[in-house]
């Protein structure tokens, strides 16, 4: 290593992580053209799949108005016979609260509100 300086190490240092720089700058902007032409590329599909996430959520909300009402309708059938004074299983009670929890939690209110004080207030319930 006779007649190398510490000016040509530095020199070739220099050299060196300009070229490095210089590969990254080009490997970033050969990415950002292929992530670009992929982008286009894609966006028919793109606009398929977000078209099908949308009908999949209003399916969704169809159906979960569609439950509430079923619930609801056997909340009302429910405490029908609660005031009739029909005999009800323990089971039977216990699923009436898993749909009466299910209702409230999911925003649930209105008359079976009031007609379950009537009938905690009679004692019926």
Request: charged share 35%; aromatic share 10%; net charge negative.
């Amino acid at each position: 290593m006779d007649g190398v300086t510490i000016g040509q190490i530095g020199e070739w240092l220099l050299w060196a992580v300009g070229i490095g720089g210089a590969i990254a700058t080009v490997c970033k902007f050969l990415t950002f053209a292929f992530q670009r032409t992929l982008n286009k590329a894609l966006e028919p599909t793109n606009k398929k799949i977000d078209e099908i996430n949308r009908k999949v959520d209003l399916l969704e909300a169809k159906h979960d108005e569609s439950e509430m009402g079923r619930i609801k309708d056997f909340l009302v059938e429910f405490l029908a016979r609660i005031e009739r004074g029909e005999p009800v299983d323990e089971e039977e009670l216990e699923r009436f609260w898993e749909n009466y929890d299910f209702y409230n939690d999911h925003g649930g209110n209105s008359y079976i509100h009031s007609k379950m004080e009537k009938l905690k207030a009679r004692g019926k319930l």
